[in-house]
C-alpha cells in the first residue's frame, strides 16, 4: 500500500523535473546564441570552448566560465546546454558563460595531465600548467568576444572546482571572482583517492575504470568507446572477492590505465603526490574568492575547507576570501533544494539560500559591480540546530578546546581516566572479514553513508564503541575533531577509523509520512568519521612499522564540523579498524600494499587504552 500511495508522488515530481528542464531549455534557446570556438594557448595547443552570448546587445556583459576534463557538450553549434551556469538564477541574470574542454580531454588538443602540477617558475612558452591555460583563455575571450565588459568571472564543483583553484596563481588581470566548490585538492591526504593515505577504494576503481581511459586524438563522448565493463549487485562482495590491489590491473586494467599504474608506483606522499597540491601556490591572489563545500560530501569535504584556509593564510588581511559550508553532499548546493538528505530534515531550503543569497549576489557585485556585498568570511550551517550561522573567520575563536575521554566499559565523557594499571577493550581485525561502511546491500557508494545510522557497526564485536550521559544542555561543535588514539596490535600496521556519532533519544519521533521505515528513536547518525592509515602515523613520506604489542600513539585530524548535540542527545564515538569497501584493506602486516599478495592479509589483535598512562580521547572544540 505504501508503495501505491508513494508511486504517484514520484510520478508527480518526475514530472515537475522535466517540465522545468523543458522550460530552462526553452529560455536558454530564447535569450543566448552558442558559437563555438578553439582558442589558441601560447605553445600552440588549441583548446575548444562552447560560448553562449546573450542575444539582448543593449548592454556589456561579464564573463562566467566554466574549465573541465567532463567535456563541455553538447557539441554542434545548435545543440543547446538545457541550463546555463550551475543554476538557472546565474542565467536568467545574464553573463557571457564559456566552458572549456581542459588540455587533453574531449574536443582540446594536447596531452592530458591528472591534477597537472603548478610551474611557479616559468621558463618558455612550453612551460604550461592550468593557471597558463586559464591565462590564455581568458586573454583570448577578453580581446575577441563582443559585448562583454572586461570581467571574467570562473566556478566550478570538484575537479572543475580544481580548475577553478588552479586560476587564482598568476591570474589574468580581467579574472576578479572565482569561486572553488568541493576543489579536488590533496589526493592522498584528503580527496577522493586517499584520506590520510588509505586507499578509497571504491571511488578510485569507479572513477578510473572511465575518466582513466585513455582518448588519443580529439574525440566526443558519443564516438568514445570504453572497453572496460564491469558490473556489479553487491560491492562489498566484489571488492572483498577482488582480492589485492594487484588483482585489479590484471583483471580489468592492464596497461591501458595509466594512472592506476602511476598511483600503484607511488604508495607514500612522494614527489608525485605532493606535486598535485596546489594549496603551497596560492600566495599573492588578487580576484575575490568564495570557496564552497559540503558537511557530508563523500568526495572533497577535505578540498573546501583547506582551499580556504590555504588562501586566508598566504593572503592580507584584505584579499576578499570567504567560506560558505552547508548540509551538502557532493555538490547538493546546486542539486535540488537542500532540506532533505538521508534520514535528516535540515528544516530549510539550504541550496535554493545559498544560490539566492550568496552565490548570485558574489557574482553580480564583483562581475557587474552591482548590489551590496555583505556576505562574513564564513557562511556555516550547523547540523543539529538547523541553523546558518556568521562568523568573522573559520575555525571560529569563540570555542573552548574540550576533549572526549574514553573509559572502560563504553563510557564517553570530558573527564580524564584514572584507572590505574592497564586498561584497554581488546578486540580480533580481520582483513577477510572487514566492517562494512555502510549497513545493508549496495551497488555503488552511496552518498548517505556520510550521515547514516551507525548502529549495525555497534552490534560487531570489531567495532569499540564509547558513549556520554544523556546531554543536560545543548553542545554545539565547530571547527576541528582530534582523534588521540591509543592502541597495540600483534600485526605491524593498522588502519584506524574513528566516528564521532549523534545518538537520538529513545523516545525520538519517526518523520512522517515514514516512506522508508525509518526508526528515528535511538538512531546513531554519523556527524563526521575519518581513516587514518597507522603506518604514516609519524610522517606520509616515510612509513614506520609498528613493534607488536607495543602501546603506540595515533593522533590525526578528521575534517571539520558543524554540529549542535542536542540536549537529552547522547555523543558516540566508534572506533574500528577497516571500512570496507569503502577503504581498501590494510593487510596488517608492514609493505606496500599496492604490491601486496592475496596471502599476506592477516587477523591481527588490536587494543584502545582508556588508562591514567594512555588517554584515547577525541579532541573537539566547544561554540560559546
Known sequence: MKKLLLLPFLTLLINSAFAQSAQDSAY????YTKIEKTIPMRDGVKLFASIYLPKDQSVKYPILMTRSPYSAAPYGEKEYKRSLGQNMLLAKEGFIFVYEDVRGRWMSEGKFVDVRPQIDKKTGNKDVDESSDTYDTIDWLIKNLPNNNGKVGIEGISYPGFYSTASLPNAHPALKAVSPQAPVTDWFIGDDFHHNGALFLMDAFAFITNFGVPRPKPITPAEFKNPIKYKYADNYK?????????????????????????????????????GMNIRPHLKNITPATMTVGGFIDAEDCFGALHVFEALEKQNPATHPNMLVMGPWFHGGWERGEGQFFGDQNFGAKTSLWFQENVELPFFKFYLKDEGKLDLPKASIFVS????????NEWPPKNTVEKTLYFHADGKLSFEPSSAAGSSYDEYVSDPNAP???????????????MLDDQRF????????????????????LTGPVIADLFSSTTGTDADYVVKLIDVFPDNYPDPKPNTKNVTMAGYEMLVRGEVFRGKFRNSFEKPEAFIPGKVTEIKYHLPDVAHTFRKGHRIMIQVQ???????????QKFEDIYQA????????????????????????????
Open 28 to 31: 536558454i534557446r530564447e535569450h
Open 435 to 449: 566492517v562494512p561502511y555502510q549497513d545493508g546491500i549496495q551497488s555503488r557508494r552511496t552518498r548517505e553513508y
Open 457 to 476: 557497526a555497534e552490534r560487531r564485536p570489531d567495532v569499540k564503541t564509547y558513549e556520554t550521559d544523556t546531554l543536560k544542555e545543548d553542545i554545539t
Open 577 to 587: 579498524n577497516s571500512w570496507f569497501p569503502l577503504v581498501d584493506r590494510n593487510p
Open 597 to 624: 599478495k592475496d596471502s599476506d592479509f592477516q587477523k591481527a589483535t588490536i587494543r584502545i587504552y582508556h588508562d591514567e598512562h594512555d588517554k584515547s580521547s577525541v579532541t573537539v572544540n566547544v561554540l560559546q
Open 384 to 391: 543539529g540546530s538547523n541553523e546558518w550561522h556568521k562568523f
Open 238 to 274: 566484489f571488492y572483498l572477492d577482488m582480492g589485492a590491489l594487484p588483482n585489479y590491473k590484471a583483471h580489468y586494467f592492464g596497461d591501458s590505465v595509466h594512472f592506476w599504474n602511476e598511483m600503484m608506483l607511488h604508495s607514500t606522499y612522494d614527489w608525485f603526490w605532493r
